[in-house]
């Protein structure tokens, strides 16, 4: 067997898809550049969902983008231009899979609330756009704060090599969030997220394709009167499992805002984003005092841009179980 040891892989698996899809995002169009689905997350073994038990996820999401000059964005109901962001992102998740059956499948809960660091700046703050009317330069904004609150619940099923559920991801709007500020943490918006995973694995060869769709429901920012339109994403995963937990692959996903941003405060009109990001993905898997652990790292540049930053992104995952019911059947 190719892989080595059935339950050293069945470990993996359990290990490998402990949540399903994380939080605030990186700058994408909508307001404040903001989406809620953060993209990258999603990646290897999306499909599985774990055996009963309590799970715990912690991921770290780096990025640095860059606007074309000339390109304007909505932040915090003001116009900017030549911006450039990095933030760092700290996403603890806590999953209970629970022995719950509905409509043949496992139920599932989780929730999740980031922290984290983020840092702008821009060459030009703008009043009326179309107009070309400067009201500063130099802009910059910086802050290390706490974000919305996220609620997860997923149903998974299995039929052999494949595995797939759809999980419903809930935005409560409690983050820190400022009117006027140019960066925030919390959206100041509800959203919800449906996301569908589906993944084919060959425990014989190691041979894994993961695919996760989705769409985003957003609502309306009620300070600045914007209301953000909703997101269509895609991610996957092309691995391959080795012996003594390397998995090596390649990673992406795809973007493209679906309808248009409205409201009196969208100013800048639909302003519909869009984005492909495409990159390579390392897992490992080991026992750390006798408890299995999860790592997982990939980086993905960003092309194909539209009406948001142009940047790459790099997110590394830490997974092991706070309490299962008993160990994966080898079966």
């Known amino acids: 067997m190719m892989v080595g040891s059935l339950r050293t892989l069945l470990l993996r698996i359990l290990l490998g898809c402990t949540v399903l899809f ?3 995002g990186a700058t994408l169009a909508v307001e404040s550049s903001k989406n809620t689905y953060l993209l990258g997350l999603n990646g290897s073994l999306a499909g599985f969902l774990p055996p009963p038990g309590v799970y715990f996820r912690s991921d770290k999401y780096l990025y640095h ?5 000339g390109v304007n964005f909505p932040f915090g109901g003001r116009i900017i231009a ?3 962001v990095d933030l760092f992102f700290e996403t603890p998740i806590v999953t209970w899979v629970t022995n719950q059956k509905v409509l043949g499948g496992t139920l599932a809960f989780g929730a999740l609330m980031p922290f984290g660091w983020q840092d702008l700046n821009a060459g030009v703050e703008l009043d009326f ?3 070309g009317i400067t009201l500063g330069t130099n802009i910059k904004d910086d802050l290390f704060t706490y974000g919305d609150l996220f609620f997860l619940t997923v149903l998974g099923w299995h039929a052999g090599n494949l595995h797939w559920n759809v999980a419903g991801m809930l935005l409560v709007p409690i983050g820190d969030y400022q009117l006027g500020r140019l960066l925030n943490m919390g959206l100041n918006r509800w959203a919800y997220d449906v996301t569908a995973s589906m993944t084919w694995f060959n425990m014989k060869t190691g041979r894994e394709l993961s695919v996760s769709p989705g ?3 957003n609502g309306t920012n009620d300070d600045t009167n914007y209301n953000s339109g909703d997101e269509f994403h895609v991610e996957f995963v092309a691995a391959q499992h080795f012996p003594k937990g390397v998995t090596l692959g390649v990673a992406g996903y795809y973007y493209d805002q679906i309808t248009g941003d409205s409201g009196a405060g969208a100013r800048l009109g639909s302003f519909k984003g869009r984005v492909t990001a495409v990159g390579p993905f390392l897992g490992y898997d ?3 005092r006798g408890k299995p652990v999860s790592a997982k790292l990939r980086w993905l540049h960003e092309f194909d841009i539209k009406n948001r930053l142009e940047g790459d992104v790099g997110v590394f995952n830490l997974a092991f179980p706070l309490g299962t019911s ?6």
Request: glycine share 12%; aromatic share 12%; proline share 15%.
């Open 82 to 84: 030549n911006v450039e």
């Open 22 to 24: 994380g939080s605030v």
């Open 65 to 69: 983008g860059e606007a074309d000059p």
């Open 215 to 217: 769409i985003t429901f």
């Open 326 to 331: 008993g160990p994966p059947s080898a079966k």
């Open 129 to 131: 756009p179309t107009l």
């Open 286 to 288: 080991f026992k750390w």
